[in-house]
């Protein structure tokens, strides 16, 4: 037997069946062909409540690749402060909201930088040609555009499941280069909207993002300093994680945003009248998803029992092990009609895909589960139906439902 993470809280204290957002799995399930990642805006709503109460005087913003299912988008608009996307397809979803968005990610195609700077999006630049694109974009459409400056920190997030600074990147521009950059922009007559600094993500210690929050804050400062301009928005990255394996805690933001406010209130003069913002992805929504799939078949081999589902990691990557984790581990699972029930036996619990890889539970410990009940899978609100290979040998999409609101 191998052990699970932990059930989010919403449903870890369930008996009996599962209900997400007030209605049974079965309920969610019914009249569908297959699978379904049911999503439910209340947890996302006490999850923003919690940040603005840790972080009151901090911006909130939405990083879309984390879910971008319309209706939640939607949802969020009412709670957060701004979107952050990743592309032009992103960025169509989140432009009819009216939010203030921001467009980070390499690569940006002109066709792109066209779209963002018609909107009057911000574009954090990733490199000194990007910003040369965007500036001649500008001129030609006769626009003043509002641009930022992303830059590869020579700080990294410890302790984080993905680093993004630190290190050669194809992200943002290296700090060193920052500040004839910014005094360029400004000349050229653009609205510099300041900067954006992500350090990393998935962390779990808040000391460890404690110490890259202050560690950003004093780089945007010399940065600044060295511009000779205050930038108008520090865009701080996130990187907070969300337990998903046995041993995982979750993350104690209260710490955080107590030491942010502290670091805050003590700034460097630069800073003074600059606004500061956190962008987080995964944070807000992994824990408001769970993934419900049928078993269709439970066979025996070699003396392991196996439960197979009409879904696996062409919905649902990240349980399988196979997006950004290097050792694989069992993301918590559950029988929905038997929450809370002692767990009889040990199956692996596999999808229906012809690779060993489609395994989202491994040697789990389970109630009995037969063909037809259905199998929940949590931590499904983050990084699942849009960051899996859906096309991968053919079965259909997994639908994707909003709970009504809370
Ligand atoms: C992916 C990404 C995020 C969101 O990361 P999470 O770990 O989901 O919070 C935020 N900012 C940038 C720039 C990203 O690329």
Redesign the pocket.
Known sequence: MKPMGPIPPEFAAQTGALTIAGRSAETWMEGREGPVFVYDPAIVASRVARFRAAFPSIDL?Y?I??NPFVPLLAAMAAMVDGF?V?SAGELAKVAPLGKPVSF??PGKRDAELTAAIRAGVTV?LESEGEARRALSISEGLGVRPRLAV?VNPDVELRGS??K?GGRPSP?GIDAERVPPLVRELIVAGADWRGF?I?A???ALDPQAIIDTQGATIALAARLADAAGATPPLV?L?????VPYFAGDKPLPVETVGAALERALATRPAILGDSRFAI????????ESGVYLARVIDRKDSGGETFLILDGGLHHQLAASGNFGTVVRRNYPLAVAHAMGAEPVETVSVVGPLCTPLDRLGDRVALPVAQVGDIVAVFLAG??GATASPSAFLGHPPAAETLGAPA
């Open positions: 913003h990083a690749k984390a952050d990743a980070a990610g954090n992303r499941g993905m993004m992200f954006h992500y990393g993500s998935q865009n990255g996130g990187g907070f994680g962008e987080l992805g995964r944070w807000l929504v992994a983050a990084y």
